[in-house]
């Protein structure tokens, strides 16, 4: 069957701290693969996708990062995290018809 | 830039009544859209979608209606129960494009 896992699912950091989000996609091959941030109360925003191993496309300029080091493993990641940074983070891979997104990641940045 | 955004940030519903949750979008080459649930703490969940070429679906008591002439979608949900309580989001992409749009979203309470 095909799943998405993403961890941790709450993380809470002291600014200027790295970051380090993983998400993993299983029973599929070369997906497409997204990461969003929602803020609090407010809706999703593209942060990165990428269409295959080492394509990173970014959406908005910021403090953070992604990589795809495999083909069903994307990461998001920063080398000094800032209170802006806090939000719910989602993972997402694009199935031809819309998303399946992860349970999230909830980041408090303090 | 193309964006989505919806009417009403946030809609009360007694259970048992119908819900319409609308949006706006502004690109007029999206020809995909999607309708998405979230409940509070969880990833955005597929309802349904429709394509351009369509201009109502219907689901198991939900029903999604696309003018495309003035650039409108809807969701409509029969018989609100409280587990329909959630933040519902819609999201258009043109296909092909490997990106979708969200809006900001509505949040839809049913009340008791």
């Known amino acids: 069957s095909q799943t998405i896992h993403q961890w941790p699912a709450t993380l809470v950091q002291p600014v200027g701290s790295p970051l380090s989000l993983e998400c993993t996609v299983e029973?599929?091959?070369?997906?497409?693969l997204y990461w969003y941030r929602q803020a609090a109360g407010r809706g999703l925003q593209l942060l990165f996708y990428?269409?295959?191993?080492?394509?990173i496309s970014s959406e908005v300029p910021q403090n953070l990062s992604a990589s795809r080091p495999q083909d069903r493993q994307f990461i998001l990641s920063s080398k000094k995290l800032l209170l802006s940074d806090s939000g719910f983070y989602l993972c997402?891979?694009?199935?031809?018809?819309?998303?399946?997104f992860g349970s999230g990641t909830r980041l408090t940045v303090v | 830039g193309e964006s989505v955004g919806l009417h009403l940030p946030t809609l009360s519903v007694q259970e048992g009544d119908n819900s319409i949750i609308n949006c706006a979008y502004s690109?007029?080459?999206?020809?995909?859209f999607i309708w998405y649930k979230q409940e509070s703490g969880k990833g955005p969940q597929f309802i349904i979608d429709?394509?351009?070429?369509?201009d109502k679906r219907q689901g198991q008591r939900v029903t999604v209606l696309l003018n495309k002439t003035v650039k409108h979608l809807s969701l409509q949900i029969a018989a609100t129960q409280p587990g329909d309580s959630a933040v519902y989001f819609c999201?258009?992409?043109?296909?092909?494009?490997?990106?979708?749009?969200f809006g900001t979203g509505t949040r839809l309470k049913v009340l008791a």
């Open positions: 997402a891979w694009e199935t031809g018809d819309g998303y399946t």
């Open positions: 029973g599929t091959s070369n997906p497409n």
């Open positions: 990428s269409v295959g191993i080492g394509q």
């Open positions: 690109n007029s080459a999206s020809d995909y």
């Open positions: 429709i394509r351009s070429n369509m």
């Open positions: 999201a258009e992409s043109v296909l092909g494009t490997y990106k979708y749009i």
